[in-house]
């Protein structure tokens, strides 16, 4: 559910009408797809969600952990959110704050503590009892649940609305659907283990039920999270561990979903069926996140990562064997401890042999208990500041000539909403850029042929291709 979207087909429980949340999402997709459902959960104690953090009765950052930065921010809301609070108090209303996401789950009481103005703290695993929590709250009890109970919140928060749009307004034509939390990899850099705790893959049912939902509700396009999305292992119908190539062949078969995409993988769960699923399956986006952090094998090993350079081009390579035309996307870490000049050059090497469409670029945080956090030979910061910027001049030329590539072609997109100016609309290509589309807001939800006339340094421009059989769950057109 968007913000500002009322969730429908559940009433609000007695005389609790009329409450808003605010929910402010932070970080990660799987952020924003828990901020949804933490929404959802709250409907039946009468709140519906709000876009104005002013109207709201509670707020909620559903924060991240990820880079110190990320976690410094909320800290900063939450000295403007105590303002807010003291100002609604004093015309009588009474304001809740939650501190969710990772940053409660790495924090916990310390929160409360640097905070007081917060009332409630919870970890990403317990949004299925935020009623409860929010209950004790009001009460005056100051909540802090940092619990890890996986399996618990999948099976609360797996039962979106099944209620269709409101009338008038097209639901979402796109939607995320978590099949995987938490992650075994332990790399050196990151907080994500003990944040978000152990793998668990949630069962075929869940999904393939949720899935069915959100098609019902209009959805055409899927994108499973996880944040180690291709190590799900989930239960099958036949009670063996699936796969996520097998998944994916079964999610082809929902009626009315035209796409799928997955994200994040990592590079050493990329296995056969996988990869075969991208070359047989045409509602498979040919487009994939697969981070590879770095381009040197000391930096490689140092950060735990379990797979070299070489193993990371022998697998592009099979890729794009199936389908040449994959786009592809990549998250680089700019000075871990230890970087020097010649492992940045690898980087930057394996950057110009692979090709990608897009980057996520980062400067090395260190997050207190991973091991990076204690490996010395920082790289300086002016060093760092140099290498990120010549790394992404690298990357942004990259992304230029990809999105050129394209002018003249013709392919489908998924149109999903108003577009910048009236009488556009914006749509998804299948490479994900966003794309401006001179036509009219009757194509919302609408998957349209295409030729791409233009383009600017994040998106394309395009005008409809006439006598094309619009808005059909065919296979997508990619003409290159
Ligand atoms: N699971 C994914 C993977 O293995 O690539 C990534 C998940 S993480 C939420 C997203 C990205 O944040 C990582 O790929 C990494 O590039 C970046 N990141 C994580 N920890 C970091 C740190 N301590 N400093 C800088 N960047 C970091
Ligand atoms: Fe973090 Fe991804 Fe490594 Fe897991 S695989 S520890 S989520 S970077």
Redesign the pocket.
């Known amino acids: 559910m968007a913000p500002g979207q009322v969730a429908e087909g559940i009433s609000p429980g007695p005389g609790a009408a009329g409450r808003k949340v605010f929910v402010k999402t932070y970080g990660?997709q799987m952020n924003v797809y828990d901020s949804e459902r933490m929404t959802d959960a709250l409907v039946p104690q009468g709140f519906s969600a709000t876009d104005s953090v002013e109207d709201a009765d509670l707020i909620i950052l559903n924060t991240c952990h990820?880079?110190e930065k990320a976690a410094e921010k909320v800290y900063s809301e939450l000295g403007r959110l105590r303002k807010l609070k003291a100002e609604r108090a004093e015309s009588g209303k009474q304001t809740m704050i939650g501190v969710a996401g990772c940053v409660a789950q790495a924090e916990g009481e310390e929160i409360a503590r640097r905070a007081p103005v917060v009332d409630l703290v919870f970890g990403p695993q317990t949004y299925h009892r935020l009623p409860e929590l929010v209950t004790r709250a009001r009460a005056g009890e100051s909540v802090v649940e940092t619990e890890f109970e996986i399996e618990a919140k999948f099976r609360h928060l797996s039962t979106p609305s099944a209620a269709p749009a409101p009338a008038g307004r097209r639901g979402p034509v796109s939607a995320f659907l978590t099949v995987q939390e938490g992650?075994d990899?332990f790399?050196t850099?990151?907080?994500?283990p003990y944040t978000r705790g152990a793998e668990v893959s949630r069962d075929v049912d869940q999904i393939v039920a949720e899935a069915e939902r959100l098609a019902a509700r209009g959805v055409r396009e899927v994108t499973l999270l996880g944040?180690?999305v291709n190590a799900w292992h989930g239960k099958g119908p036949d009670g063996r561990a699936w796969g996520l190539g097998e998944l994916l062949h079964r999610l082809a078969g929902v009626e009315g979903l035209d796409r799928l995409r997955y994200t994040?993988s990592?590079p050493r769960d990329m296995d056969d069926a996988l990869i075969a699923a991208h070359r047989d399956l045409p509602e498979v986006m040919p487009y994939l996140h697969l981070?590879v952090?770095s381009g040197s094998d000391r930096i490689l090993k140092a950060m735990n990562r379990r797979h070299t350079r070489d193993d990371y081009f022998r697998l592009i390579d099979r890729i794009r064997e199936g389908r040449p035309d994959l786009a592809l996307s990549c998250?680089?870490?700019v000075g871990f401890p230890g970087e020097t000049d010649a492992d940045f050059r690898d980087t930057m090497d394996l950057i110009e042999r692979v090709g990608f469409a897009s980057a996520?670029t980062?400067?090395?945080?260190?997050?207190p208990g991973?091991p990076?956090a204690t490996m010395d030979e920082h790289v300086p910061e002016a060093v760092m500041n140099e290498r990120l910027q010549e790394l992404q001049a690298l990357v942004a030329r990259q992304q230029k000539a990809f999105n050129q590539s394209l002018v003249g072609t013709v392919c489908d997109v998924l149109v999903e909403k108003r577009g910048r100016n009236p009488g556009q609309v914006t749509g998804r290509s299948p490479w994900l850029q966003p794309v401006q589309i001179d036509a009219d807001e009757s194509l919302i939800g609408e998957i349209v042929a295409v030729e791409i006339t233009g383009r600017e340094a994040n998106s394309l421009f395009a005008r409809r291709v006439s006598g094309q059989d619009d808005g059909q769950a065919h296979p997508q057109r990619v003409h290159m």
């Open positions: 990660c990820i880079r992650c990899k790399c850099f990151c907080v994500v944040q180690n994040t990592h981070p952090q998250d680089f870490i996520f980062f400067k090395y945080s260190p997050r991973t990076g």
